[in-house]
């Protein structure tokens, strides 16, 4: 079974700093991984994904993650928080592959609060 | 193209009533999911459907189920209302072409639901 875990449901910064959320998941196949940005009554946007090859992954909006199989991490980062980045983010995983690929799963979600 | 589209998008039901929600995928887009967002359980994977056919199924009862139509609008019904399926639920589309490369899933704004 697969699973994630994000550390710290709600992370604030100042703008400008730098911003890490962190995720590890558990999976007994070789996963794909996602994060994922949900603004207020809004749905979820895709902000970058790993499936295969290069581990150092770059999404929209300035964001970027690096798959650590060893680590079974995911982590996101920014180097310079925006105040429009205020929202929340889940990390997800899934199998996989092209019957299993919308199966995702996810996790309990980060509020990242950017302060003046 | 325009996006995927619920609707309605906010609901007040009472319990024991059933309801229905739709889902419009963007266009040629030919699978359909559907997910569960509440703040205790965080985002579920509820069930996928393909070519008129459910693919895959996460753990919800049976008073929750779904179609697809053969313009891959889909709609899902919960039966039997109860209090904690209040929640926002939310359809995803993708392409799922048969490459096998994970592709990516286009959220809609979701149907919030609120049960009496």
């Known amino acids: 079974a697969q699973s994630v875990t994000q550390l710290g449901s709600h992370v604030s910064v100042s703008e400008g700093a730098l911003v890490l959320l962190r995720c590890n998941y558990s999976?007994?196949?070789?996963?794909?991984l996602f994060w994922y940005v949900q603004y207020p009554n809004q749905g979820l946007q895709l902000l970058l994904k790993?499936?295969?090859?290069?581990?150092l992954v770059k999404g929209i909006n300035g964001f970027e993650a690096e798959f650590k199989k060893s680590e079974t991490s995911f982590h996101l980062t920014k180097p310079s928080a925006h105040m429009s980045d205020a929202a929340e983010y889940f990390c997800?995983?899934?199998?996989?592959?092209?019957?299993?690929?919308?199966?995702?799963?996810f996790g309990s979600g980060t509020r990242l609060s950017i302060r003046p | 193209k325009a996006g995927v589209t619920q609707t309605p998008r906010y609901l007040i039901k009472t319990r024991g009533q059933q309801v229905t929600l739709s889902c419009s995928p963007i266009?040629?887009?030919?699978?359909v999911s559907w997910y569960q967002q509440t703040p205790g359980q965080g985002l579920q994977f509820l069930f996928e459907?393909?070519?008129?056919?459910?693919?895959n199924k996460g753990n919800f009862p049976g008073r929750f189920s779904g179609r697809q139509f053969s313009n891959s609008r889909s709609e899902m019904n919960v039966s039997t209302l109860e209090l904690g399926d209040s929640a926002l639920y939310l359809c995803?589309?993708?392409?799922?072409?048969?490459?096998?490369?994970?592709?990516?899933?286009?959220f809609g704004p979701g149907t919030r639901l609120l049960v009496l």
């Open positions: 790993y499936t295969t090859g290069a581990t």
């Open positions: 266009s040629g887009h030919r699978s």
């Open positions: 995803a589309s993708r392409e799922d072409r048969t490459s096998g490369i994970q592709e990516t899933q286009y």
């Open positions: 999976s007994s196949v070789p996963p794909y």
């Open positions: 459907y393909f070519s008129e056919t459910q693919r």
């Open positions: 997800a995983v899934s199998e996989g592959g092209y019957s299993s690929a919308s199966k995702i799963i």
